[in-house]
């Protein structure tokens, strides 16, 4: 039986760096540094940040692609379009919701969410329960030390094209701008494992991250992937990790998961 519970029983890390092979565009929402309509998300010092909520909206994207090929369940946040019923669903909630507000014992609540939940929202978090994956923000290693400005045109969507005169420009940061991260997993299963490593290699074959994807920005591979696991539960491993947060190298632990996951045809429940 699953038994995703609040207790820390283990903990995966895995740390790596994301490279840019073109510049890339997170927006801040507001105007930029050098007056243009677009500005990009930067520290009060001018860094670059590459937030890991960015990061994890497109990893996430990834596992529920990624999902069936593994015999897991994803809703895509819409039961009706996925068939699958979960409590990330707004009308499927509002319907089961009374019934989740009687179960009074904790216990009894984790295991109804069970029931309720589709693989990946059980990873990633759904409006009933925490997430147990964690993306850093992006710890900046490398950069150009510089912003350039690209210009755009406004499309109109009727005619699909260029409205006279309506230009706009924006902010990016170049190419080759380099972050590390982090991602942690708190108690995962098995298959949930081999769902990050069918995800992380996916990253690893390089992805699109930020806006104007389709104008080839925002090009960016995962490297230098390193895996980590502490196991609570082991005296020696709790007490190394409680007292230097000394984990154990795990590199092969992603691979190994997926491939049982693929072998014994997705079987979990
Ligand atoms: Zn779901």
Redesign the pocket.
């Known amino acids: 039986m699953k038994n995703n519970n609040k207790i820390f029983r283990k903990k995966v890390k895995i740390t790596g760096n994301l490279v840019f092979e073109t510049a890339f565009h997170i927006g801040s929402g507001k105007e930029g540094e050098l007056a243009t309509d677009m500005g990009v998300l930067l520290e009060r010092d001018g860094r670059p940040i590459l937030p890991g909520s960015s990061l994890k909206g497109n990893f996430r994207s990834f596992a529920e692609r990624l999902a069936g090929y593994l015999g897991l369940k ?4 819409d039961s009706d379009l996925s068939g ?1 019923k ?4 707004e009308t499927y909630r509002k319907g089961v919701y009374e019934e989740f507000k009687e179960i009074k014992q904790e216990r009894k609540k984790l295991e109804w969410l069970q029931d309720h ?2 693989d ?3 990873l990633f978090g ?1 409006p009933l329960q925490a997430s147990r994956i964690f993306f850093s923000d992006g710890l900046l290693l490398e950069w150009g030390r510089g912003l350039q400005v690209r210009d755009g045109v406004c499309i109109d969507r009727d005619t699909e094209t260029a409205r006279h005169g309506a230009k706009y420009d924006f902010e990016v940061v170049p190419r080759g701008a380099a972050f590390k991260i982090t991602i942690e997993i708190e108690n995962p299963e098995d298959y949930e494992l081999a769902l990050v490593g069918a995800a992380l290699a996916e990253w690893e074959h390089g992805f699109r991250l930020g806006g104007f994807t389709s104008r080839g920005l925002g090009k960016v591979c995962f490297t230098d992937r390193k895996v980590e696991k502490t196991d609570y539960t082991d005296a020696e491993q709790l007490m190394d990790y409680l007292i230097s947060h000394k984990m154990t190298p795990a590199d092969s632990l992603l691979d190994k998961s997926l491939e049982d996951q693929l072998l014994n045809g997705g079987n979990h429940a």
């Open positions: 994803a809703c895509l946040l699958v979960c409590v990330s669903d939940v589709c990946v929202c059980s759904s």
